[in-house]
Nanobody, 125 residues
């Protein structure tokens, strides 16, 4: 299993970014995926997650209405569209994967065994 994030950058408050996570070495469509972020000195926070099958999505309250998680199973790629960004969104962002049924979409990042190396997002004027 390999996950490679990209798209992190520096952006001004109110700006937008799209993160990508390219997956390989497993059947991507069979895995529940999540985006997790961690800022220096803070705990990991599950930002968004997306189920297999139905593609149902779930968001942390801190990003609801601003971030959108999506997946392209044909391209083995997970995305996170981030709009109306705030300084509090500054963190390292990771994608993670878990083999589950469509009915199981774990919220706790510790439930996901496979992780990428992360991509840095900085929101600063």
């Amino acid at each position: 299993v390999q996950l490679v994030e990209s798209g992190g950058s520096s952006v001004q408050p109110g700006g937008s970014l799209r993160l990508s996570c390219e997956a390989s070495g497993f059947v991507f469509s069979d895995y529940t995926m999540t985006w997790v972020r961690q800022a220096p000195g803070k705990e990991r926070e599950g930002v968004a997650r997306i189920a297999t099958g139905s593609g149902n999505t779930y968001y942390a309250d801190s990003v609801k209405g601003r971030f959108t998680i999506s997946r392209d199973n044909a391209k083995n790629t997970l995305y996170l569209q981030m709009n109306s960004m705030k300084p509090g969104d500054t963190a390292m962002y990771y994608c993670a994967a878990k083999f589950t049924s469509a009915l199981v979409v774990p919220q706790d990042p510790v439930e996901y065994p496979y992780w990428g190396q992360g991509t840095q997002v900085t929101v600063d004027s």
